[in-house]
């Protein structure tokens, strides 16, 4: 095999990994609710720029990609203590990047498509509700939330 | 160069094909968060009521009374607390008084004026503690004693009840 | 004919929920002097306006003769006195919270520069008033009509903390006696280190086969020294002798584990005789 022949099939290699590479996807800020009160059920909109939890992910222009969350029923507290979290029909918001791109409100509790049109590059906020109760135990809670997307 | 290059469109296809065939899923991970604080309610929940008033007639709403002043208080439970009333001696209408006074209260742990401690109503701290659910109840009530030739008006006044925790 | 329904309006007003106050969270402000600030959380749970306003001043937990907790407050308190009430402030200090409406209150400490090392305490008062109260009363009974509205004030305890702080707790005296359905519990406490004591005080009585017959478990703190007065209940015990055993630890189920300053538990009992 000529060295030639090889500088080429090292190169469509290197042209194989993007291909195979069309979806990078990142979680950038956590949905905080901050500070909740016993007995006061609190709400934080996707359009919140401190609060809401934030995705982002890049994939290739042409492509219909599929945005599919797994959200917790609850999240986990001090010693066992969980607390009741809820998402809405309006708590997704997926927004490409581009400037003519506009943003689209979701439900993320199903699963949604989106035809990239104009971005390659989509950021995906997330709000949500949890509802102590009137006892609910002090203290930190947490879960986790995951967006998986599909590149068809 | 010609094999090489037929060879190359070949992979290039092949990996095209593979590409679009299989939908490619990736995923990623938040967390959601928040921190639950426990809070202290104090409410005035229910206005002290005197109904009808005629001029030269006294009238009373006891802390048992249907329209007795109710104040709710929500805290940790069984903590030790504190409540203490700035009362008003006089409501005002313009410069019109209407004395108030002969002030009556009860703290309970459950929303009863009857079963709990009595006391009367002052600037000095009346101890109480909540429930085992966090919860007490302050009661209040008082004559007013209006003169016979009291004006006619609206009078009012403010109940302050402050608890110290 | 717009009078009957006044007078039907007005008469129903007395039980009416007026619902005038704040919440306020959390119930205990802590803050370190490294960030200096702290924040509270205000809700109005109400239907209608209300008119928080915020200061402080300085106080701290004692108990009187007879064991009840009271507050001690000190208009001018002087050097011996650690007192944070004239260098904490609230951001915003005046505010109208809508119904259901939340507001986030900064605390922020300016400390004297050359701060010791310790903790400083004040009390932050948060004053909420309703609007106007309906007036009872009926309009054709001789015009005479009473509104009393209803202004609601919690004070709450703010501890402001430099440099590492400890606790302790000293505890003498336990004794108790029957007190018509209940015992009466009465100890001395003094606080050691440099840090006010905040913790829980549990109570068993314990009958001669060993087992817990009666208990109680109550939130405490002791600033200084006081002498509080407990109770458990002991209707429809059997007469005769029991071990009273009292613990105070320094946990807090209420309060976040990172501002709790650890203490070895601190015990003692005491033979009590039930009628």
Redesign the interface.
């Known amino acids: 095999m ?1 060295p ?2 090889l500088w ?2 090292g190169l ?1 290699a290197g ?2 990994s993007p ?2 590479a ?19 059920a ?1 709400s934080v909109v996707p359009s919140d720029p401190v609060k809401s ?3 982002e ?1 890049t994939s290739v222009i042409g492509k219909t990609i599929q945005i599919a969350f797994t959200l ?1 029923p609850r ?1 986990n ?1 001090p010693t066992g203590a969980t ?1 009741p ?1 809820a998402f809405g029909a309006t708590d997704a918001i997926a927004m490409g990047t581009a400037p003519s791109s506009i943003a689209v409100t979701f439900d993320p509790r199903t699963a949604k498509q989106f035809n990239l049109v104009t971005s390659a590059r989509i950021l995906v906020f ?1 709000g ?1 509700r ?1 509802t ?1 109760a009137a ?18 | ?1 010609r ?2 290059l037929k ?2 469109a070949v ?2 296809a092949t ?2 094909l ?2 679009s065939a299989q ?33 030269g007639v006294a009238k009373s709403v006891a802390v048992t009374g ?2 007795a ?1 109710r ?2 208080i ?3 439970a ?5 409540l203490a009333f700035t009362l008003p001696s006089n ?1 005002t209408s313009g410069a019109n008084n ?1 004395p108030i006074g002969t002030w009556t209260g009860h703290v309970n742990t459950t929303n009863n004026a009857s079963t709990g401690t009595n006391f009367t109503p002052s600037a000095s ?1 009346q ?1 109480f ?1 909540f429930s085992g ?2 919860q007490a109840f302050a009661f209040v009530g008082a004559t ?1 004693t ?1 003169a016979s030739n ?1 004006v ?14 | 004919m717009r009078l009957p329904l006044v007078v039907l309006v007005l ?1 129903s ?16 402000i802590y803050m370190d002097h490294r960030t200096r600030s702290g924040s509270i ?1 205000l ?1 109005n ?2 239907n209608d306006p209300v008119e928080v306003s915020l200061s402080t001043m300085f106080g701290y937990p004692i108990t009187d003769s007879a064991g ?4 001690r407050t000190v208009e001018d308190p002087d050097s011996t006195l650690p007192s944070a009430a004239k260098w904490i402030q609230a951001f915003p200090r005046r505010m109208t919270l809508g119904p259901l409406e939340r507001q986030t209150v900064r605390l922020l400490g300016k400390p004297p520069a050359g701060l010791a090392d310790g903790e400083y305490w004040a ?1 932050l008062v948060v004053s ?3 609007g ?7 309009a054709d ?17 703010m501890l402001y903390r430099k440099g590492k702080v400890t606790t302790g707790l000293t505890m003498t005296g336990l004794h108790a006696g029957v007190e018509h359905d209940s015992l009466a519990i009465r100890a001395h406490l003094t606080r050691e280190g440099s840090a006010a004591f905040v913790g829980t005080v549990a109570g068993a009585l314990i009958d001669s086969a060993g087992h817990a017959v009666s208990r ?5 703190a002791v600033y200084l020294e006081t002498d ?1 007065r407990f109770t458990m209940p002991v209707a429809g015990l059997a007469s005769g002798p029991y071990r009273l055993r009292l613990e105070i630890t320094s946990a807090r189920e ?1 309060l ?1 584990s990172d501002v709790i300053l650890p203490m070895p538990p601190v015990r003692d009992s005491v033979e009590v005789r039930l009628p």
């Open positions: 000529s030639r022949f080429l099939l469509l042209t194989a291909l195979s069309q979806l990078t996807i990142q979680g950038d800020r956590n949905l905080a609710f901050g500070v909740v009160i016993q007995g006061v609190a939890g934030e995705f992910f917790p999240l507290g607390m979290i997330l949500g949890v102590p006892n609910q135990r002090t203290g930190s809670y947490s879960n986790t939330v995951t967006m998986t997307v599909t590149v068809f | 160069m094999i090489a060879v190359s992979v290039l990996l095209s593979a590409a939908a490619q899923t990736n995923s990623a991970n938040i967390t959601a968060t928040a921190v639950v604080q426990q809070p202290i309610t104090v409410t005035g929940a229910v206005q002290l009521g005197f109904g009808n008033v005629f001029p249907a329209t002043g104040f709710d929500l805290g940790q069984s903590a030790p607390a504190n409501l209407l701290l101890p503690s659910t966090g007013v209006p009291q006619a008006g609206t009078y009012t006044g403010t109940v302050t009840l402050t608890v110290t925790y | 008469a007003l007395p039980r009416l929920v007026v619902a005038q106050g704040v919440l306020v969270a959390p119930h205990a959380t809700y749970p109400g009840d907790f009271q507050l009390r909420a008033k309703g106007a109260v309906p007036v009872s009363g009926v009974t001789g015009s005479i009509q009473v509104g009393l509205t209803l202004e609601v004030r919690t004070i709450l305890p109680f478990k109550v939130p405490s509080p209420d976040p």
